[in-house]
C-alpha cells in the first residue's frame, strides 16, 4: 500500500465527517430536548463521532508507515487531482460558515 496516496483519501473523509457532525450537531440544537428526532440526531452525532476517531486513527497508523519527506497531504491530494478540500476553494477545506 501506498501509504502517502492514501492520507489525502483519509483526510478529506475526516474534513467532511468533521463538517457533518458539525452541521447534525447545529440541528440537534434547534430540536427540542428529548423529542424523538432530537434523539436520531444525539444517535447521529455519537455515530459520526465514532467514525471520526476511527478515520483519525487510520491516519496516524498511515503516518507512521509512510516515508518521510517534503510533500505535505495538499501536494500530493493536488497532484493525484482528487476533489478533496484542497481542490474546493479554501486550503484546509474549510467553508466560511465553518469558521467559529
Not at 440544537?29 to 444525539?42: G, K, Q, V
Not at 507512521?64 to 476533489?83: K, L, S, V, Y
Amino acid at each position: 500500500m501506498d501509504e502517502k496516496r492514501d492520507l489525502p483519501n483519509r483526510s478529506n473523509k475526516l474534513l467532511e465527517a468533521l463538517r457533518h457532525l458539525r452541521a447534525t450537531e447545529k440541528h440537534k440544537r434547534d430540536e427540542p430536548i428529548s423529542t424523538p428526532r432530537f434523539h436520531e440526531l444525539a444517535d447521529e452525532v455519537e455515530k459520526t463521532s465514532r467514525r471520526i476517531f476511527s478515520i483519525a486513527r487510520q491516519q496516524e497508523r498511515l503516518g507512521d508507515e509512510a516515508p518521510r519527506g517534503q510533500e505535505t497531504i495538499n501536494d500530493i491530494d493536488r497532484r493525484e487531482g482528487d476533489e478533496g478540500p484542497a481542490q474546493q476553494g479554501e486550503p484546509d477545506g474549510a467553508s466560511p460558515e465553518d469558521a467559529p
